[in-house]
């Protein structure tokens, strides 16, 4: 029997991902929520709790992903109604207090593991992403491994640390990076400055900068609210980072230019492979500028696009492209044009593309009937001409022998074409085709 797997909080964005994750990895996932959304277990194909007591009581793993502010309070409630050998995990942001609260109130034969993913829930994947782990020593002998594998074998990389050292440097990796943001955020406020009008003065750098701000400052408040109260060791970094910020400032009203360039070193000097740093951010704006490239060049030229949020498709030719919009007329919708942020949209592959026409598009038929060369093969001569781009299907609809004074099978191939290709033309391509193959036209 397959391991089962209660997620409490699983309603949440994050449960959710992981609820998916668990049930392709084979086991029996059920969530519980507070808001009693049984329609979002019902939508992912797995269980919901409608009493919790008991699915605590019968779960291998039960994982806590609630808000911070309520970690401990759930674990009190649900550590000691867990079976004996079942697992207890937290999937929170912060490890002191979680790790403490399971050692305290879980029965000494149910074993214990933090976590803390290091990714929110719009990856596709694990694969690449880090999972930091705080084992405690006798408390996890036997799910630990087991657990690691599971998140191994997708591609995650684990990271295994003491929870005090895990918050320590959570207080730096998320606590001054989100600070940073919000307060460039709120900056940006106090100034009441144009942010969208400043993007047309805007350098790569800028722009990567501007769209970090935005995705932290446009996610839900409360939980970057916890993560910069709930962990002690970020009000320390706030103090350090507070510190700076005026040490630089003061510099600079002295117009000190050998103090900034003195502090400036020492940073990076401490900071370490400055050279490293400089070619991954050169490959993030390569990647930017390259999308955009990749779409300026087919300025007059047909193609695809998909929203990356909607997952709505335009296909059409590109009109004109702007630094931020691509312009784009919709001739399979009555020439129709439509402006698209460059940076929501993924352009489609050729084969992609193809299959969206095929899916999409009204397909015409032709059919071709020929007497096809002595011993040659009706099914091959049809797998050859299926390879012309704009065929969609071929098709044999017709053999027949029984022609005086002609040894030759007659062959009749139905090709269905792509509307907006030019059907005559396309016959005409697979006419000539079938006649390099030996083919004669049946009269």
Not at 35 to 52: E, H
Not at 200 to 219: A, C, E, L, N, T
Not at 317 to 341: A, D, F, G, T
Request: proline content about 5%.
């Amino acid at each position: 029997m397959n391991n089962s797997i209660l997620i409490i909080g699983g309603t949440g964005e994050m449960g959710q991902w992981f609820a998916k994750f668990f049930k392709r990895e084979g086991f029996e996932v059920t969530l519980w929520g507070s808001s009693q959304r049984v329609d979002i277990a019902d939508k992912l194909g797995v269980n919901f709790a409608s009493d919790l007591d008991n699915a605590i009581e019968k779960s291998d793993i039960v994982i806590v992903s609630v808000p911070i502010d309520i970690t401990e309070k759930v674990i009190s409630e649900t550590a000691p109604k867990m079976k004996p050998g079942s697992l207890l995990m937290d999937f929170t942001s912060i490890k002191t207090k979680p790790v403490e609260a399971m050692e305290k109130y879980a029965p000494e034969n149910v074993e214990i593991l933090g976590t803390h993913p290091m990714f929110g829930p719009s990856i596709p994947s694990l694969y690449g992403q880090i999972v930091i782990m705080t084992p405690i020593s006798g408390r996890c002998d036997n799910w630990f491994p087991v657990v690691k594998s599971v998140f191994e074998n997708n591609g995650a990389h684990i990271e295994v640390i003491d929870p005090k050292e895990h918050d320590k440097f959570v207080s730096v990796v998320q606590g001054l990076t989100h600070f940073a943001y919000i307060t460039i955020g709120s900056t940006f406020k106090r100034l009441d400055f144009d942010v969208s009008e400043s993007r047309k003065f805007m350098s790569p750098v800028y722009d990567i900068m501007i769209d970090f701000v935005g995705r932290i400052i446009g996610q839900n408040p409360y939980l970057y609210a916890l993560i910069q109260m709930e962990n002690p060791e970020v009000l320390k970094v706030h103090d350090a980072f507070k510190k700076e910020c005026n040490n630089i400032s003061e510099i600079v009203r002295q117009q000190d230019v050998e103090s900034f360039v003195e502090n400036m070193k020492s940073a990076a000097s401490h900071f370490g492979d400055t050279t490293s740093a400089l070619h991954r951010s050169d490959k993030l704006i390569n990647s930017k500028l390259q999308e955009f490239d990749q779409i300026a060049k087919l300025v007059g030229k047909e193609c695809g696009l998909v929203h990356r949020y909607s997952g709505a498709t335009h296909v059409g030719y590109v009109e004109k492209v702007k630094p931020r919009h691509v312009v784009l007329s919709k001739p399979y919708q009555k020439n129709k044009s439509i402006s698209l942020k460059i940076e929501n949209v993924r352009l489609l592959s050729e084969n992609e593309l193809r299959q969206w026409k095929i899916n999409n598009l009204k397909h015409i038929t032709r059919d071709i009937s020929v007497f096809i060369p002595t011993n040659a093969v009706p099914e091959t001569i049809r797998d050859v001409i299926s390879n012309n781009a704009n065929v969609v299907d071929t098709e044999i609809i017709d053999i027949y022998s029984g022609f005086e004074n002609i040894e030759n099978l007659s062959a009749t191939y139905r090709i269905t074409v792509l509307e907006d290709s030019n059907p005559n033309l396309i016959q005409d391509e697979v006419k000539k085709l079938l006649e390099g193959l030996g083919c004669y036209p049946r009269s």
